[in-house]
């Protein structure tokens, strides 16, 4: 470009506009007519002007019938300020204006402060004055003033009319005008009250556009300095050309001498488009460099149709562009194509340095391509850049570079650079990194979707800090740090005020070995060693020989990102500490640790030989104020004991979120929150004990939580402290709490509720709040309490609640662990409340679910519950059963383990109810079984599940002895399970209303103190169950069911077996009160069967009223001994059927080829009288017996009545008929 030319030709135009426009005129008059001093009569466009005043304010005052403007106060002063347009400047020739003053007073005017003519003296007839000087460049604002020095009168008013400014306004052209400095620094400074030429910071030019122009014109610019600001384009497609070897540099604060005296993050110098592409460059070489600014809102620039580099468009040049953010500029869609969101490149090898792309866009009616950079016969060098958020769009194919597009022909070199999250809806996963058929060289980056061909590439998320709210910081351990070329020369990066090669946020560019991807460098993490032992006179703290002396040292050397090892000890405070956002702090090491995975867990805390305990003569200790902690922040591993506060003794949490983990806050002391107050936080405390804690003149002993806090405790205990007003352990007010897995116990308060609440919500889960005094006390609050033993609240089917008054079995009077026998063993649910961590472990860092099902509590019984006592004769225990070994306990009595096969909680709650017999046995008929058993019935599904059951080892000896060890049938040797199902109102054998079965799968194991068997077995529904030792053939028919049906005046009994061994016959037998019995008939048994076998028989002769039925299952004969008949048999369930109310019957009827009818419906016990009755009533034969029928051999065919008396004194009649 020839510049000489081009300033030349503007000059000329600059000349003949100003010639166009210089005559004298008038170019300001008013006179105060319109009584608005603002309004002039007239003025030149080119201006604006304003009156005031200083000493009164102006007011409109007539001389006569002629308006003017008048001040009244001692030495006032009329002022004029008149604004020009930018480009515009005025020449003053004269003024003059008429005055009037009753005092003599004495008038100067001034012009910028400088005297315009002599002072004069005013008159008491408004006299004319003019004043005559040539005064010349007034530009921007011109400050016209009349001071007015009272003479005979201190306050007296004067006034002034047809104010009259003679001169001219013309034009001029700041980037011709502009000068640099000595250096050839031209300067910029939006904020400039009046511009100059750019030749200082005193002088700055205030428009970006006159500096670029500028430096085209006046070759001795060779660089332009841009203080913090937003500079927009001229106008729209007219861009910001960059001229071939200056330099442009943003970030400067309106000073500074050196290019490092500046704000390297180039957010605070903005460039900021009004249509069409920002700024273009055209021919320039490597010298040219255009560094520390932000570029946005540019909409491309227009060629055939298309729309180029939304922010930059560049042709035949290696410039360099360093330090740039390129954010939020889009080609206009529009366009049939969009090609560089933020950048477009043609025939250009630029370098691109340390740049931010973020939220570009590519887009056009028929395609968009390279959502930041597109590159056309183009190979740049892209060092060190980030590009995140950009997008092309309204493509058919995929691959169009969400990031980079190169065609054909271009070789860009890709370099410690991140590529991450740019979108590409027509691309899997609708994202694109790098696109078109150009041959990038691309290595040591971060793509997603990788880059094939390239080397040391990472395809992984680069953990930015929040890219939602564009921090593209790394975080800490990022997989970008140190992952850059090892051999990257920094020379090209900008300095800091340090004179250090920085990054994009001005720290550090090289912090270790090797670079960082991406635009900013972060140091990587560091563990800071604090040891009481610690003996090193000026420790470094890098490791355990090095160790800091306290955790304060520590503190005031880590940043976010770093960690803080505490060893054992006991540490004096006297000073408080407050935590660092991003900084986690882990104590009670040995001092000889290399991985946190050594630390020993868990911590004996309170002493100093096994814990990190923190002690202080101020209070709180810890000051968590407002310093930006979040659940990312954790504090774990130490003992807080001793405090003294206020609100908080140990610690005061205000608007902040932090973890607190296996900790201990001991004999601590405030008003409030002995152990943690909370205001409007958050924190989640995990595994961590409050213990003797004291809130001497308030609430709260152990945590106070107020003004909107929302605290979250889990697998921690509460004991032992006070409150000397409400809430000896939680203090709620306007704030949540939130109870998984916590201990309650032993603390005191002076009023109602160790738990406090005021108007919002109490939850509690799986948690023991016993021994308090009292429980929860709420007003306006929501209480939540599930699967819970909470103190004043009673048992909930619903909320799966134990009754507040349940003792939940701990083991001691300060072991807050569980006895192997408490109700709350499994008693807790493994559904976790929503948006809570996971709970792997509890207090004592044991597994916190146990056994499948979680208990409630603290700690978790690391144990099949075992027995303990074993319950009496008639002594029950009635328990839910959930997933898992349920133990069935009452009053620290076992009744049995039952675990569920089917769905869990199915079975609802179950009974198990214990029976011993008074003898050494309890038998029937054959079957002979141990003297204790068991009954167990569900309210729920009758499903399949393991039972164990306990019995003592003198149960087993008892029967041995009088039975087993005679009959080769000893205990446990033999030991088999016969189960009676269905109920009884008994609970003795052969009582039960359903089948009998054998179950041979049986396990038997001693207690861990060998006094008890444990039986274990597998069964598919509850009922009775007993022990026997005999054999199966002892125990020969498995009977799968027994029933009785009515069919029309008759009992039908069926039966099924499912296996039969040496089995003979089935004798039927009837009772009415289930103590006498009476042999019906029998029905032959298959003999050896293992298949279902079906077998029945019919009562045609049932009685009035209760019908009962049984089965005696009788075997072959074995021979007999003492103890055991020859024939042994069993009995199966009783099968009843209730006939009462049914009327008496003869049968048959009728009466055919037989010699006798018989009465059914009635017992013969029953009968006091029977009479028959012929045609007409004729008595015919009268008896008080029925035995063997009525004889009707003597009567003739026809229809004959036969009236029966019962005992009761009843009469029924009934008709039969007799057929020959």
Wanted: with cysteine; proline share 5%; glycine share 10%.
């Amino acid at each position: 470009m020839n510049t000489q030319l081009l300033r030349s030709l503007f000059t000329l135009f600059c000349a003949l506009l100003i010639a166009t426009v210089a005559h004298a005129a008038v170019i300001y008059n008013h006179n105060f007519n319109n009584k608005n001093f603002s309004a002039p009569t007239s003025i030149n466009s080119n201006m604006t002007a304003v009156w005031s005043g200083i000493g009164d304010t102006p007011y409109s005052r007539n001389d006569g019938s002629d308006p003017g403007m008048a001040l009244n106060a001692h030495n006032h002063v009329y002022v004029l300020t008149i604004t020009l347009k930018e480009r515009f400047q005025a020449e003053i020739t004269s003024i003059s204006f008429r005055r009037f003053s009753g005092d003599n007073a004495t008038m100067q005017m001034k012009v910028n402060e400088e005297n315009y003519g002599t002072s004069f003296s005013a008159t008491t007839s408004l006299t004319l004055i003019t004043r005559s000087k040539t005064v010349s460049e007034l530009r921007n604002k011109i400050v016209i003033k009349i001071a007015v020095t009272n003479g005979s009168y201190p306050n007296y008013y004067s006034h002034i009319d047809d104010f009259t400014i003679n001169g001219t306004v013309s034009g001029y052209d700041p980037a011709a005008e502009a000068t640099p400095d000595a250096n050839g620094i031209l300067y910029v400074d939006g904020s400039v009250d009046t511009p100059g030429d750019g030749s200082s910071w005193d002088n700055a030019l205030q428009r970006m556009h006159y500096a670029t122009r500028a430096a085209a014109l006046n070759p001795a610019i060779k660089q332009v300095w841009v203080s913090s600001g937003t500079y927009e384009n001229a106008a729209a497609d007219e861009p910001l050309a960059l001229t071939d070897g200056v330099a442009y540099y943003g970030g400067f604060s309106g000073n500074g001498s050196e290019i490092r005296d500046r704000n390297i993050s180039p957010a605070s110098t903005v460039l900021k488009g009004l249509g069409g592409t920002v700024i273009s460059v055209s021919g320039a070489g490597a010298s040219t460099r255009l560094d520390g600014f932000m570029v946005t809102s540019g909409t491309g620039f227009a060629v055939n149709g298309e729309r180029r580099g939304g922010a930059l468009h560049v042709t035949n040049s290696s410039l360099v562009i360093a330090n740039c953010l390129f954010a939020e500029n889009a080609t206009d869609p529009s366009a049939t194509g969009g090609k560089g969101g933020a950048i477009y490149l043609l025939n250009s090898s630029p370098l691109i340095l340390q740049c931010l792309f973020t939220a570009n866009s590519a887009k056009g009616t028929t395609a968009g391509k390279g959502g930041a950079v597109f590159m056309d016969n183009s190979s740049p060098t892209i060092r060190n850049c980030t590009f995140s958020v950009n997008e092309v769009g309204n493509n058919a194919a995929a691959g169009n570079g969400g990031a980079l597009y190169a065609l054909s022909g271009s070789s860009p070199v890709v370099e410690n650079c991140i590529i991450w999250n740019n979108a590409d809806p027509a691309s899997p996963g609708s994202v694109s990194s790098i696109g078109g058929s150009g041959t990038p060289v691309v290595s040591y980056s971060l793509i997603q979707g990788g880059f094939p061909g390239g080397t040391n590439i990472l395809d992984t998320d680069p953990q930015f800090t929040d890219a939602a709210q564009n921090n593209f910081v790394q975080r800490k351990g990022s997989p970008v740090t140190n992952a850059g070329n090892p051999s990257t020369d920094i020379s090209a990066f900008p300095k800091n005020s340090d004179d250090i090669y920085a990054a994009f946020d001005g720290n550090r560019r090289l912090t270790s070995q090797a670079i960082d991807l991406g635009i900013y460098e972060v140091t990587p993490s560091v563990i800071w060693y604090v040891s009481a032992a610690a003996s090193a006179p000026d420790p470094s703290g890098d490791s355990w020989a090095n160790a800091l002396h306290g955790l304060g040292d520590a503190l005031n050397l880590a940043s976010e990102g770093d960690q803080i090892w505490v060893a054992r000890g006991e540490y004096e405070n006297s000073e408080q500490l407050k935590f660092i956002h991003g900084v986690k702090i882990y104590g009670s090491f040995v001092g000889t640790e290399t991985s946190l995975s050594q630390r020993p867990l868990p911590i004996i805390h309170g002493d100093p030989a096994t814990a990190t305990v923190l002690t202080s003569s101020v209070g709180p200790l810890i000051d968590n104020s407002y310093n930006d902690l979040t659940r990312e922040d954790i504090f774990d591993g130490f003992t807080i004991t001793g405090v003294f506060g206020s609100n908080g003794g140990a610690m005061r949490n205000t608007s902040v979120s932090p973890t607190i983990a296996n900790c201990a806050f001991l004999n601590n002391y405030a008003s409030d929150g002995a152990g943690i107050y909370n205001e409007n936080a958050s924190p989640l405390i995990i595994n961590t004990i409050f213990r003797d804690n004291g809130a001497s003149f308030g609430s709260g002993g152990a945590i106070a939580n107020v003004d909107g806090s929302n605290t979250i405790l889990m697998n921690c205990l509460i004991t032992r402290n006070s409150a000397s007003q409400s809430a000896g352990a939680i203090y709620n007010n306007d704030a949540e709490v939130t109870l998984l897995n916590c201990t309650v116990a032993g603390n005191t308060q002076t009023f109602p509720g160790t738990i406090t609440g005021y108007g919002r919500a109490i939850t509690v889960r799986n948690s023991i709040i016993y021994g308090n005094g009292s429980g929860i006390a709420s007003q306006e609050s929501t209480v939540s309490v599930t699967y819970s033993l909470v103190e004043g609240m009673n048992a909930s089917d619903t909320d799966h609640n134990l009754a507040g008054t349940t003792n939940p079995q701990f083991a001691g009077e300060t072991d807050w662990t569980l006895l192997p026998c408490s109700p709350a063993i499994n008693r807790g649910t493994n559904e976790a409340l929503p948006d809570l961590p996971a709970n792997p472990t509890d207090l004592a860092h044991n597994t916190r679910t146990f056994n499948v099902q979680t208990d409630m509590g603290a700690y978790e019984l690391q144990a099949i519950t075992g027995p303990g006592t074993l319950p009496a004769s008639g002594e029950q225990a009635t328990l839910p059963v959930y997933a898992g070994a349920t133990a069935i306990t009452n009053d620290c009595k076992t009744f049995g383990l039952i675990e569920p096969a089917g769905t869990p909680g199915s079975l609802g709650n179950v009974t198990v109810k214990a029976f011993l017999a008074a003898g050494n046995t309890v038998s029937e008929g054959e079957k002979v079984f141990v003297k204790r058993h068991y009954d167990i019935s569900p309210t729920g599904a009758d499903g399949p599940a393991k039972v164990t059951l306990f019995f003592s080892k003198q149960d087993f000896d008892t029967y041995n002895q009088a039975f087993g060890n005679a009959n080769n049938a000893s205990l446990p040797a033999n030991l088999k399970v016969v189960q009676y199902h269905g109920t009884s109102p008994y609970g003795f054998p052969g009582t039960y209303s359903g089948p009998t079965q054998l179950i041979t799968d049986v396990t038997v194991t001693e207690s861990a103190d060998h006094t008890m068997y444990l039986v274990s077995f597998q069964v598919t529904g509850f009922s009775g169950f007993f022990i026997s030792g005999q054999s199966e053939a002892a125990l020969p028919v498995t009977l799968v069911s027994f029933q009785a049906k009515k069919r029309e005046r008759e009992a039908y009994l069926q039966w099924q077996t499912s296996s039969e061994t040496n089995s003979d016959r089935f004798e039927i037998e009837r009772s009415t009160d289930g103590k006498h019995w009476l042999q019906l008939g029998e029905v032959a048994a298959k003999g050896s069967e293992t298949t279902i076998t079906d077998y029945s028989y019919t009562d045609a002769l049932p009685l009035a009223g209760t019908n009962m039925y049984r089965l005696k299952m009788i075997d072959h004969s074995n021979g007999s001994t003492a103890m055991r008949p020859s024939e042994p048999f069993s009995y199966s369930r009783i099968a009843v059927l209730n006939f009462e109310g049914e009327k008496i019957a003869i049968y048959p009827n009728p009466a055919t080829d037989v010699q006798a009818v018989h009465l059914k419906g009635v017992q013969p016990g029953n009968v006091r009288n029977i009479r028959l009755f012929g045609k007409g009533g004729t008595l015919l034969l009268q008896s008080t017996t029925q035995q063997g029928g009525i004889d009707i051999r003597r009567l003739l065919p026809g229809t004959y009545t036969v009236e029966i008396e019962t005992t009761s004194g009843d009469r029924q009649s009934v008709q039969f008929a007799v057929t020959r």
